[in-house]
């Protein structure tokens, strides 16, 4: 991440990954505007791997909201519908759909019994090493 002023050291550009995130003067507090720029990445990016992964294991999903929630990662109703946490965007990949997968896996099991569990495996072999992952560094992304 690189900060890019303006001319007199005004409001400019934050390089974010490959991405220009415009900064407003914040008081030098560049968290609302990565925050909000996150929020857009990963409501566009977060349904789409949801509808892919859907499609490639043949389940049905209706809907794909994100959202700020505090306590979970994700959740699935019994309507098909799969709410994801925004901050998953900030996760690698094989963290993120993991998740998405645990929300699928719940399309055929709306519990956490043994058969879910084998449902999970059978869609993503290396869960246990995502669940590592977010053990460690769930921190860092609230």
Not at 6 to 33: C, H, Y
Not at 95 to 122: G, I, P, Q, T
């Amino acid at each position: 991440m690189r900060l890019e002023l303006g001319e007199n050291g005004e409001a400019g550009l934050i390089r974010f990954g490959g991405e220009l995130v415009a900064v407003a003067d914040s008081g030098g507090d560049l968290r609302p505007a990565i925050e909000q720029h996150l929020r857009r990445l990963a409501a566009r990016e977060l349904p789409a791997r949801v509808f892919e992964l859907a499609a490639l294991h043949q389940m049905a999903v209706k809907r794909v909201t994100v959202r700020n929630q505090r306590s979970r990662w994700g959740s699935c109703s019994r309507r098909g519908t799969i709410s994801l946490n925004w901050r998953l965007v900030q996760t690698p990949p094989f963290v993120r759909d993991y998740l998405v997968l645990h929300e699928l896996a719940h399309l055929k099991e709306m519990n956490h019994s043994r058969r879910f569990w084998s449902e999970v495996a059978r869609l993503c072999p290396d869960f246990r090493e995502a669940e590592r992952w977010l053990k460690q560094h769930s921190g860092l992304l609230r």
